[in-house]
């Protein structure tokens, strides 16, 4: 599978955005797929992850905050991003793992099999 991620970019502490991570080659619908990131010079970090049961779970940095989402029809998962904080700038990747992980492992980037090649967000103070 071809992961492609999209819709990062500049913005005001404050400000939303929304990323997008098309799939294709074959379909995500039955993939657990998650949302990491990773901000310069730091390890990179998990943020959301949405089960094959649509079941979410978050980081509690962004808790409140963002909101994994996905589209069968489009083959295709979201995060909308809203009270974004200067400390949220990163490069945003997206993940996908055929099945379903362990509960325990959602959150861990060894836990996926494929990547997309990431978007910048940067959020301004």
């Known amino acids: 599978v071809q992961l492609q991620a999209s819709g990062g970019g500049l913005v005001q502490a404050g400000g939303s955005l929304r990323l997008s991570c098309e799939a294709s080659?074959?379909?995500?619908?039955?993939?657990?797929m998650s949302w990491f990131r990773q901000a310069p010079g730091k390890a990179r970090e998990f943020v959301a992850a949405?089960?094959?049961?649509?079941?979410?779970l978050y980081a509690d940095s962004v808790k409140g905050r963002f909101t994994i989402s996905r589209d069968r029809a489009k083959n295709a998962v979201y995060l909308q991003m809203n009270s974004l904080k200067p400390e949220d700038t990163a490069v945003y990747y997206c993940?996908?793992?055929?099945?379903?992980?362990?509960?325990?492992?959602?959150?861990?980037?060894?836990?996926?099999?494929?990547w997309g090649q990431g978007t910048l967000v940067t959020v301004s103070s």
């Open positions: 080659g074959r379909t995500v619908s039955r993939d657990d």
């Open positions: 993940a996908a793992k055929v099945g379903r992980i362990i509960t325990g492992l959602r959150n861990r980037a060894e836990a996926y099999e494929s």
């Open positions: 949405i089960s094959t049961f649509s079941t979410n």
